[in-house]
């Protein structure tokens, strides 16, 4: 219903803030990452998602793409609540969620507070299942270039797999990483330099 808000920060607290948007205010659920990244007084634009119950609307915001994309991956997990998603990334970034879930990563998600093992293994397991799906639809979806391959062994390979679990295409992903150097950056590092050039 809506993709995102763009509008004035009227207030804000712990994991909410209120966009005001042509003088409507719109109380949305957000994420620490997100809180840090907006202040009260200026303009923001929130990727946002409308979930609905029988008795409440709630919109949750998010102030990029992949971070919502993360969120909607996480609430599609049996045990896995609106509350949950959000205090999960509001302890990692979505490339350090996305890196979690690729390399097995149990212990980066029970660092976060209430997610038990047994949580953090379905997670681990029903997306890795999910991702394996869409990145082969992905893959068999794009016309094959040339130019896409990239050198540098495992360590590229691993950051591309992560851009695509954000949602972007192999292409797009091999782009991206063009100008990543693995014997200088490690994963993370090439992920974070890949969605600055995304963002361009």
Request: charged share 25%; glycine share 8%.
């Amino acid at each position: 219903m809506f993709y995102y808000l763009e509008g004035t920060v009227a207030h804000t607290e712990p994991y909410l803030a209120v966009i005001d948007c042509g003088g409507v205010g719109y109380l949305c659920h957000v994420t620490a990452m997100t809180q840090a990244r907006i202040k009260q007084g200026q303009k923001a634009r929130l990727f946002t998602h409308l979930n609905v119950r029988e008795d409440a609307m709630e919109l949750y915001g998010f102030a990029d793409i992949e971070e919502r994309n993360c969120f909607l991956l996480l609430v599609g997990i049996s045990g896995v609540g609106m509350k949950v998603g959000l205090s999960i990334l509001s302890s990692l970034t979505p490339e350090r969620f996305a890196m979690a879930v690729l390399g097995d990563d149990e212990r980066a998600l029970t660092a976060v507070p209430g997610v038990g093992k047994k949580l953090a293994q379905r997670i681990i397991l029903e997306l890795k299942d999910k991702l394996k799906g869409k990145l082969k639809d992905r893959e068999s979806a794009e016309t094959f270039l040339p130019d896409t391959a990239l050198p540098g062994g495992n360590a590229l390979d691993e950051a591309r797999m992560a851009l695509q679990v954000l949602g972007y295409s192999p292409s797009e992903a091999s782009a991206a990483l063009r100008g990543c150097d693995p014997a200088v950056m490690n994963v993370e590092e090439m992920i974070r330099a890949a969605l600055k050039q995304l963002a361009r």
